[in-house]
């Protein structure tokens, strides 16, 4: 007995001869199998192998019937879905399938024709992702598409020829067929919708498994295919630099290369590349010369809180303000049996306003502060009632910093600061008053103010000469009594006339003559 498969074509499998002619054993005493134990509809088990009869051919049958065994009908044989499939003439037909006419006519018109476009593929959106340029080739023969790197020298990377192979790209890969047994391990792709030439375009954005490319620029031979199949005369390329991000110029809806990533990358001079540029992130410069004009200057601010709870009606709030770097905290005086604690209310931090977006954020400034102004300050409002006694100061010798109207709205409301409850309480937030002073007690004070500004510079020359130079605003070469009055006032220290005036003359023969050296003698005693 022996068993054959019958060839099919283009099955994939190796058939023919499945077991050879031979006295095959039927079970374990080695009985061989005989002609008459073989009936249609029933098992036949060969070496680990069953096999199911469901039919015979005439000349058996009749052979059978003459020797006086009964036959069974005939049974239906099983339908391979595969073979099925293949056989239907009348299967439909998508829009994306050819027929093999029509895709040996496309291979002999564009075999050897290759639309070239320029790439930026952009993952900065998962770990460890970058922006990179790919080059894309579409091989118009078969409509193909494969992706091949940029190589850089020094880029990090090991040099992969190829970013994805070449192979046909669905538009929608969840509606390819996947492997199975039916379509013997191979993606149905005949009737899936692929890419085609109309999908891509100079300035487009197409999605190739899973990934997105920036379509910046093509080749020569591909312009002139689109112009010529399709009319497109439009080829402006997109400007990237050396790295593949895009260069974003002045009509592009005004946004900066910091907003497009979502964050805030310029320095005080909006320079954005000095901080995109460098190999480790650095952080934006500050401005050096408002730090040391401004260096010890804080105007504070009382305030009150803008609420509807009954509850937060008397508190109470001191804004302080450093003009140096716009820092902004918020301390509350605490209050016996007024159910809050009290402290401070804000750590020292820049408080952006209302409706200033993140990646270009505008900032608090001195002048927006002012009797009844509404501070937002993280969803919590305050109103500005007061401010102490230095302010007014300082915007009276820094007019061009204040509109009129703010110096007018706190000389006019600024408070005897004596009458105030509690006020005396508070060191941080206590306003020199003037009053009569004796001999003993005017020479401790100078005494105590000196201590102080000798405290400025403690550190070396250079920093006992950069005090100097910020004093000596005018760049005059000399200070006189009048800067060493504002230099007081900066530091919140005690600026009465004969109190700077004693000063100055303790640090020089000349008290409105100060030069470099005497300046710093002053500095350097005890």
């Given amino acids: 007995m022996a068993v054959v498969e019958p060839v099919v074509e283009n099955s994939g499998m190796v058939q023919g001869k499945f077991v050879s002619r031979h006295r095959i054993p039927k079970n374990e005493l080695g009985d061989p199998w005989r002609w008459n134990d073989l009936n249609v509809g029933m098992d036949v088990p060969i070496y680990g192998r069953v096999f199911h009869v469901y039919d015979c051919d005439a000349w058996t049958r009749d052979f059978l019937e003459s020797e ?41 018109r564009f075999d050897g024709k290759v639309l070239r476009f320029y790439c930026v593929l952009d993952e900065r959106d998962v770990p460890f992702g970058d922006v990179r340029k790919v080059i894309m080739h579409y091989y118009l023969a078969n409509d193909t598409i494969e992706v091949v790197e940029v190589r850089r020298l020094n880029n990090g990377r090991d040099p992969f020829p190829l970013l994805m192979s070449r192979q046909k790209v669905p538009k929608d890969p969840s509606k390819v067929q996947p492997p199975s047994l039916n379509t013997l391990g191979q993606r149905d792709l005949e009737q899936a ?6 999908d891509f375009a100079v300035g487009k954005t197409v999605e190739l498994c899973r990934r997105k490319f920036l ?17 497109l005369t439009d080829f402006t390329p997109v400007k990237v630099d050396k790295f593949g991000r895009v260069i974003v110029t002045a009509d592009d809806d005004k946004m900066s290369l910091g907003e497009r990533k979502g964050q805030s990358t310029t320095d005080c001079d909006g320079n ?22 401004g260096e010890g200057i804080v105007l504070r601010y009382e305030a009150i809180l803008d609420s509807p709870k009954p509850e937060d009606k008397d508190r109470r709030f001191v ?24 402290g401070r209310f804000l750590e020292k931090s820049r408080v952006s306003k209302p409706g200033s ?18 501070v937002d300050v993280f969803r919590h409002r305050f109103v500005v009632t007061d401010a102490d006694q230095f302010v007014l100061n300082y915007m009276q010798l ?18 005897n600061v004596s009458r105030v409850p509690n006020r005396q309480k508070y060191d941080d937030h206590l306003v020199l008053t003037k009053k009569p002073r004796s001999a003993s007690e005017m020479r401790d004070l100078i005494a105590e103010v000196k201590t102080q500004l000798k405290k400025l510079a403690i550190t070396g020359n250079t920093r006992k000469d950069r005090v100097f130079l910020g004093v000596d605003v005018g760049r005059h070469g000399y200070v006189t009594r009048e800067n060493i009055r504002e230099m007081c006032l900066r530091q919140q220290l005690p600026c009465d006339k004969e109190i700077t005036d004693a000063i100055a003359k303790d640090i020089g023969d000349d008290p409105d003559h100060i030069t470099l050296e005497e300046f710093r003698k002053f500095l350097e005693t005890n």
């Avoid at 065994?69 to 050819?98: F, G, I, L």
Wanted: net charge negative.
């Fill in 215 to 231: 379509l910046y620029d093509c080749d020569e031979f591909t312009k002139a295919f689109y112009r010529k199949n399709f009319g």
């Fill in 272 to 293: 954005e590349e000095y901080v995109l540029e460098k190999l480790i992130p650095q952080p934006p410069k500050g401005d050096v010369i408002r730090a040391v004009d």
């Fill in 398 to 415: 820094h007019p061009d910093k204040f509109p009129a109207d703010v110096v007018r709205s706190f000389a006019e409301n600024t408070k």
């Fill in 357 to 374: 977006g993140p990646t270009r954020p505008t900032y608090y400034e001195p002048r927006d502060f002012y009797v009844g102004a509404v």
């Fill in 68 to 108: 006086g065994y009964s036959v069974n009908a005939p049974q239906a044989c099983p339908v391979d879905p595969c073979s099925s499939t293949r056989n239907n003439p009348e299967r439909p037909k998508s829009h994306a399938e050819q027929t093999e006419a029509e895709k040996l006519k496309q291979f002999l």
């Fill in 193 to 198: 919708e692929c890419f085609g030439p109309r």
């Fill in 319 to 342: 804004i302080s303000y450093r003009v140096a770097d716009d820092l902004m905290s918020i301390f509350e005086p605490p209050k016996k049996n007024s159910g809050f604690v009290g």
